[in-house]
């Protein structure tokens, strides 16, 4: 293959560095101008007529369907001797190779990278990024194949991904699943590294500029706390290296969130939350997001629901558990934040209201389970994908406090999850909700079927009146009435991405795309200061009265008519108890250390 000048030479030949049943993948950036990658990919036949070669549908943790095949163009299919093959589609994400009894069969495609997301490929002219799910062709039926991959990169690019590195820049996985569970950077950005337990954890940052030295000293100290404090969770890391892959990104953007892997993660977050770059200091999500990520270590790669157990890269794989493997992955997001000292007792407590808030505000009743199930379609009114999230939460919480009371802090919910890792991942199998109520049970949980049938199950609302006095806190119930406008915004804050059902705004005829101006006397800027507050604060006892929305419209300003609509949302606060018992006090600081017993 010819390549434009400065690019290093491609390399059409591998050595031998698996056995003779590896697929050899070459990963090249020949016109990263035109957001596009290069594959090609070295496929043994084993005698067979024909090959059936498939892209991955979806990628293991963003619980989505992606179709990653509609990025490819200009496949095509060689023999050994270069002479093209006959090749179709028989699915849409599959392609038939007829191999003309070669023992060996290359194809070779671009793959188109242009998007911003968590699981998709981006491609810029100075910087590319990929999961593996992207653009690793697999043969149907030979997942357990190992593969080896070379990158031919323009001059000057650097490279990190999580696969490990073998001899002669050659890249190796022992099966396509952890293939295609590898993130990976190629071009200009930023490389640090910080060792915890004595495994390495790699930082890579694009853009470089954005890892300024003083973000650089708060990141390190999180990296390092956040992972000492995990590892003693769960009996120590369980990889040989790990990267933490970041995009800052600078454009609009309307989301943050990261993905994890089996030996890294990959984040993205809008710069202004990200971190400030001179003081170093780490924006509010950066913290819960990074723990968060990391602890998918253990829960969800490794502690895996036997419905995913193994993954079919085809289609939807349904788990009525994501309420344990997100949900309460989150709260040990915020455990690992609160023991290794990096939130105090007050910050804690405060995101344990913020996930109370999420909850009660859901506009109708909810089932941890069924949204486990549904956040496959992102509803449109009542959003799973977010709820299991803070709901899973809390109902760890309950439960950690819950054993941690029956047993006088002689158990907790820390031993049910490393039960799960020793007892299912590493026995090479995925657990079922009788199984974790089971362990459950066995660590001390008292009533645990009418928990799980009343709270997880079911849509009864969460007891916490009754089980949080058990660690020595108080909730106390405000009902706020608040003007209820009803809209969803993008990253600018003034575009409308979405409408909530029974707002002021949809009943005047605002609609998705509009640009707001103005909603009565508070004046609403792209990018300025957040209104919300300012509205909510003039217009709060105000239902009824009249109210002018102006928004921007297809090129024109439009004056929509409305009323002011309220609405009562249900607020708990919760704060440490002014006396609570010794037996409350233990299974408070129990929590707080990750400690059992006295």
């Given at each position: 293959?010819?390549?434009?000048?400065?690019?290093?030479?491609?390399?059409?030949?591998?050595?031998?560095?698996?056995?003779?049943?590896?697929?050899?993948?070459?990963?090249?950036?020949?016109?990263?101008?035109?957001?596009?990658?290069?594959?090609?990919?070295?496929?043994?036949?084993?005698?067979?007529?024909?090959l059936?070669?498939?892209?991955?549908?979806?990628?293991?943790?963003?619980?989505?369907?992606?179709?990653?095949?509609?990025?490819?163009?200009?496949?095509?299919?060689?023999?050994?001797?270069?002479?093209?093959?006959?090749?179709?589609?028989?699915?849409?994400?599959?392609w038939?190779?007829?191999?003309?009894?070669?023992?060996?069969?290359?194809?070779?495609?671009?793959?188109?990278?242009?998007?911003?997301?968590?699981?998709?490929?981006?491609?810029?002219?100075?910087?590319?990024?990929?999961?593996?799910?992207?653009?690793?062709?697999?043969?149907?039926?030979?997942?357990?194949?190992?593969?080896?991959?070379?990158?031919?990169?323009?001059?000057?690019?650097?490279?990190?991904?999580?696969?490990?590195?073998?001899?002669?820049?050659?890249?190796?996985?022992?099966?396509?699943?952890?293939?295609?569970?590898?993130?990976?950077?190629?071009?200009?950005?930023?490389?640090?590294?910080?060792?915890?337990d004595?495994?390495?954890?790699?930082?890579?940052?694009w853009?470089?500029?954005?890892?300024?030295?003083?973000?650089?000293?708060?990141?390190?100290?999180?990296v390092?706390?956040?992972a000492?404090?995990?590892?003693?969770?769960?009996?120590?890391?369980?990889y040989?290296?790990?990267?933490?892959?970041?995009?800052?990104i600078?454009?609009?953007?309307?989301?943050?969130?990261?993905?994890?892997?089996?030996?890294?993660?990959?984040?993205?977050?809008?710069?202004?939350?990200?971190?400030?770059?001179?003081s170093?200091?780490?924006?509010?999500?950066?913290?819960?997001?990074?723990?968060?990520?990391?602890?998918?270590?253990?829960?969800?790669?490794?502690?895996?629901?036997?419905?995913m157990?193994?993954?079919?890269?085809?289609?939807?794989?349904?788990?009525?558990?994501?309420?344990?493997?997100?949900?309460?992955?989150?709260?040990?997001?915020?455990?690992?934040?609160?023991?290794?000292?990096?939130?105090?007792?007050?910050?804690?407590?405060?995101?344990?209201?913020?996930?109370i808030?999420?909850?009660?505000?859901?506009?109708?009743?909810?089932?941890?389970?069924?949204?486990?199930?549904?956040?496959?379609?992102?509803?449109?009114?009542?959003?799973s994908?977010?709820?299991?999230?803070?709901?899973?939460?809390?109902?760890?919480?309950?439960?950690?406090?819950?054993?941690?009371?029956?047993?006088?802090?002689?158990?907790?919910?820390?031993?049910?999850?490393?039960?799960?890792?020793?007892?299912?991942?590493?026995?090479?199998?995925?657990?079922?909700?009788?199984?974790?109520?089971?362990?459950?049970?066995?660590?001390?949980?008292?009533?645990?079927?009418?928990?799980?049938?009343?709270?997880?199950?079911?849509?009864?609302?969460?007891?916490?009146?009754?089980?949080?006095?058990?660690?020595?806190?108080?909730?106390?119930?405000?009902?706020?009435?608040?003007?209820?406008?009803?809209?969803?915004?993008?990253?600018?804050g003034?575009?409308?991405?979405?409408?909530?059902p029974?707002?002021?705004?949809?009943?005047?005829?605002?609609?998705?795309?509009?640009?707001?101006?103005?909603?009565?006397?508070?004046?609403?800027?792209?990018?300025?200061p957040?209104?919300?507050?300012?509205?909510?604060?003039?217009?709060?006892?105000?239902?009824?009265?009249?109210?002018?929305?102006?928004?921007?419209?297809?090129?024109?300003?439009?004056?929509?008519?409305?009323?002011?609509?309220?609405?009562?949302?249900?607020?708990?606060?919760?704060?440490?108890?002014?006396?609570?018992?010794?037996?409350?006090?233990?299974?408070?600081?129990?929590?707080?250390?990750?400690?059992?017993?006295?």
């Amino acid at each position: 293959m010819r390549l434009p000048v400065g690019f290093a030479l491609a390399l059409t030949t591998f050595p031998s560095l698996l056995s003779a049943q590896a697929v050899r993948y070459e990963v090249s950036v020949p016109t990263p101008a035109l957001h596009l990658l290069h594959i090609k990919a070295d496929f043994p036949t084993g005698g067979k007529d024909t090959l059936f070669l498939s892209l991955p549908a979806w990628s293991p943790g963003n619980y989505e369907i992606q179709n990653y095949a509609r990025y490819v163009r200009g496949f095509g299919a060689k023999n050994p001797g270069g002479a093209s093959l006959f090749w179709d589609r028989f699915d849409k994400d599959t392609w038939r190779v007829a191999t003309g009894k070669s023992d060996h069969v290359t194809v070779e495609f671009d793959y188109f990278g242009d998007t911003v997301d968590l699981s998709m490929a981006h491609v810029t002219p100075d910087f590319a990024e990929f999961l593996g799910t992207n653009v690793f062709l697999y043969e149907e039926g030979k997942l357990d194949r190992p593969a080896e991959v070379r990158f031919a990169l323009p001059a000057g690019w650097k490279l990190a991904t999580a696969l490990k590195e073998a001899t002669g820049g050659v890249y190796q996985a022992p099966n396509y699943h952890e293939l295609v569970d590898a993130q990976t950077f190629l071009g200009a950005f930023s490389l640090d590294s910080v060792v915890v337990d004595g495994k390495p954890i790699r930082i890579a940052i694009w853009p470089a500029t954005d890892y300024t030295p003083a973000v650089a000293k708060s990141l390190r100290e999180s990296v390092t706390r956040i992972a000492t404090e995990e590892n003693k969770e769960m009996g120590g890391p369980p990889y040989d290296a790990y990267t933490i892959f970041f995009n800052v990104i600078h454009e609009p953007v309307n989301f943050g969130g990261g993905l994890e892997h089996a030996y890294s993660q990959f984040d993205i977050m809008p710069a202004g939350a990200f971190a400030d770059p001179q003081s170093g200091l780490l924006g509010d999500f950066m913290n819960p997001l990074l723990s968060h990520e990391m602890f998918h270590l253990w829960n969800v790669k490794r502690i895996r629901p036997a419905e995913m157990w193994p993954y079919d890269y085809h289609a939807e794989q349904y788990t009525s558990l994501l309420w344990w493997s997100e949900g309460v992955t989150d709260y040990y997001a915020d455990l690992s934040n609160w023991r290794a000292g990096i939130w105090n007792d007050t910050m804690f407590l405060g995101n344990v209201m913020q996930n109370i808030q999420q909850v009660e505000s859901a506009p109708e009743p909810w089932s941890e389970e069924d949204g486990s199930l549904a956040t496959w379609i992102n509803e449109v009114y009542v959003n799973s994908s977010q709820l299991y999230y803070p709901k899973g939460s809390l109902t760890g919480l309950l439960m950690d406090i819950s054993i941690r009371d029956a047993t006088n802090n002689a158990h907790s919910l820390d031993e049910v999850t490393r039960a799960l890792f020793e007892r299912y991942y590493k026995q090479g199998k995925g657990f079922k909700t009788s199984d974790l109520l089971a362990l459950l049970r066995e660590f001390g949980m008292p009533d645990v079927n009418g928990f799980y049938q009343k709270y997880v199950n079911g849509r009864d609302p969460l007891p916490y009146d009754q089980v949080f006095p058990l660690a020595g806190l108080a909730a106390k119930k405000i009902e706020n009435t608040t003007p209820f406008l009803g809209v969803q915004m993008t990253g600018d804050g003034a575009t409308i991405s979405g409408l909530v059902p029974g707002g002021a705004a949809e009943a005047a005829g605002v609609q998705i795309g509009d640009t707001v101006i103005s909603i009565g006397s508070v004046q609403v800027a792209a990018g300025g200061p957040d209104w919300g507050e300012a509205y909510r604060r003039e217009y709060r006892g105000k239902a009824g009265q009249p109210i002018d929305v102006v928004v921007r419209r297809k090129g024109q300003t439009v004056t929509l008519h409305a009323q002011v609509k309220e609405r009562t949302i249900t607020v708990y606060h919760v704060t440490k108890a002014d006396n609570p018992s010794a037996k409350a006090l233990k299974v408070w600081k129990g929590m707080a250390s990750g400690t059992i017993g006295n």
